[in-house]
């Protein structure tokens, strides 16, 4: 009988484990020993790291916020119904992903990046994280290329740049959602790419939005983010820091991408309820002591990338509602100081017939002319003062008292320029329409006429341009300024159609 050699097996094996390339499987389970209001705490996860993802062992999917001596306090993103105490948690080892990609153009999708519109599901194999650092100052370049949004008061006064956050603020229903709805109705031929977030919306109005823009075509060059008002909190608190991993993929692929945040008011009583149930210390108007770093950890990553890095920019639009137009309110406050530049509606502008409802005294754009045309810029120039000089005066003039012929005249230039800067919703203008218009309201072509006949003459003068002088705006187009000799043509153009529609109106 063979003697067996212990050493040899014994170096066998030794030689056998060394080399093995398989590792043991290990994963770090806890356990729920609290449920209730979307919030779970969890005994076991010594090495949890905040905003990790979480797995239940019923499939519910979390992720931890609270990092506590003896428990972790996660949110849950799902229902939750069936997670209960001493239910099982096990780590992933990730943070928050979303799917990214192409496959998300003309989608409805839920911030987890699931098909809400009925559609097939989401086939992408692209991920990035829901949380990311924004690039810094050394990987940006200067924002001096316009975003056209297509009204006209915008981008003649308070100009909005590729890489710029702009805010929209003011009370309910004064129109802040039809402005950023008409900006990415506006970019539909462009080449930008728009990402909506709707934020605890209703879904009938989320539908509406989804409906208007299939209705101008601009939807296959979107992605829908929504979170309607049943959602939970944790998922509302999600969604827009999804729809910016979105807007990312696209930003680093050197492609320009408009993002509407609507609204982060909505957002900020997420966080809020969220904070209260993981019992954070509250601070004014109950608001966590960390709700500034909420949004501006979100506006920050809004850039324009330096050449190198493939020149793709992210410009954001958040939303801001206000109560009784009080803009010195904690969350609007917030959210001005972030952001470069604010378009400030008021409601009574609203109801007085003037829409878009936009004070340009309380407006303002940061980045200003940079962000403008030679050709708006040459057109524009003055315009704000004027509308200032116009509401200065038109104050004086309601308290009776005789005018004279230069206040009168000045009062006159002025409420055209405000019939002027009046839009039909969803019906966006391109720059060079804009010029035409402008040029011919501050030269007094429109004096004579009577305010109910100023809409009608911009229309007629905009199609007799096209039809009979398209060189105006093609040489606009092309050289996005306006010369001496355009000018000139302008005049011939616009006097010509000046007369017969004067004739028009006698016969």
């Known amino acids: 009988m063979a003697s067996i050699d212990v050493d040899e097996i014994s170096r066998t094996l030794l030689e056998r484990v060394r080399h093995s390339t398989q590792s043991p499987d290990v994963d770090e389970v806890g356990t729920v020993i609290q449920i209730g209001d979307g919030i779970a705490r969890i005994y076991g996860l010594e090495k949890c790291m905040a905003g990790e993802l979480l797995e239940f062992d019923t499939g519910d999917m979390g992720m931890a916020l609270n990092l506590e001596e003896d428990n972790v306090g996660s949110v849950l993103f799902t229902s939750g119904a069936m997670v209960r105490e001493g239910s099982g948690v096990k780590r992933t080892g990730r943070t928050m992903q979303v799917s990214v990609g192409d496959a998300l153009l003309g989608r409805v999708v839920s911030p987890l990046t699931e098909a809400l519109d009925g559609k097939e599901p989401i086939n992408t194999d692209k991920f ?41 603020i003011g009370d309910r ?38 409906n208007i823009l299939s209705r101008h075509g601009a939807m296959d060059n979107t992605v829908v983010v929504a979170t309607t008002s049943s959602d939970s909190a944790p998922l509302q608190f999600l969604a827009p820091y999804a729809g910016c991993a979105i807007a990312e993929e696209f930003m680093y692929a050197g492609k320009d991408v408009l993002i509407v945040y609507d609204d982060l008011s909505k ?13 954070r210390p509250p601070g004014r108007e109950a608001y966590p002591g960390d709700v500034f770093y909420l949004h501006s950890r979100l506006l920050e990553r809004a850039a324009r990338l330096s050449e190198p890095l493939g020149g793709g920019s992210i410009t954001a639009l958040p939303i801001v509602e206000t109560l009784s137009g009080d803009i010195s309110a904690y969350i609007p406050t917030n ?31 940061r980045v200003g002319g940079s962000a403008q045309t030679k050709a708006m810029k ?18 004086f003039s309601q308290l009776g008292s005789d005018l004279d012929e230069s206040t009168r005249a000045r009062l006159n230039h002025g409420s055209k320029l405000m019939d002027t800067l009046k839009q039909r919703q969803y019906n966006p203008l391109p720059m060079e329409e804009q010029v035409v218009i402008l040029y011919c309201a501050k030269h007094g072509y429109l004096a004579d006429l009577p305010f109910y006949d100023v809409a009608r003459f911009n ?40 007369d017969s529609f004067k004739h028009s109106q006698t016969v």
């Open 128 to 168: 990035r994280p829901a949380e990311a650092v924004a690039t810094g100052v050394t990987e940006r370049q200067p924002v001096n290329e316009p975003l056209q949004t297509g009204v006209m008061a915008i981008d003649s006064m308070i100009p909005i740049g590729k890489g710029q956050r702009q805010l929209i």
């Open 173 to 210: 229903q004064t129109g802040k959602t039809a402005i950023a709805v008409d900006a990415m109705i506006n970019q539909k031929d462009k080449g930008v790419i728009c990402v909506y977030v709707a934020i605890g919306q209703k879904a009938s109005v989320i539908a509406g939005i989804v």
């Open 267 to 279: 957002h900020a009583v997420a966080y809020r309820t969220m904070s209260l149930l993981l019992k």
């Open 335 to 365: 959210v001005i100081s972030i952001t470069d530049g604010q378009i400030f509606l008021e409601s009574e502008l609203f109801h007085s017939g003037i829409r878009p409802a936009i004070n340009v005294g309380l407006s303002v754009s």
């Open 378 to 395: 040459n057109v524009a120039a003055s315009l704000r003062i004027e509308l200032a000089q116009y509401r200065e005066l038109q104050v």
């Open 459 to 498: 229309q007629g003068l905009v199609a007799h341009v096209r039809s009979s002088a398209p060189e105006i705006l093609e040489d606009i187009v092309k050289t996005h300024d306006f010369t001496a000799e355009t000018e000139e043509r302008l005049k011939a153009a616009a006097g010509a159609y000046k």
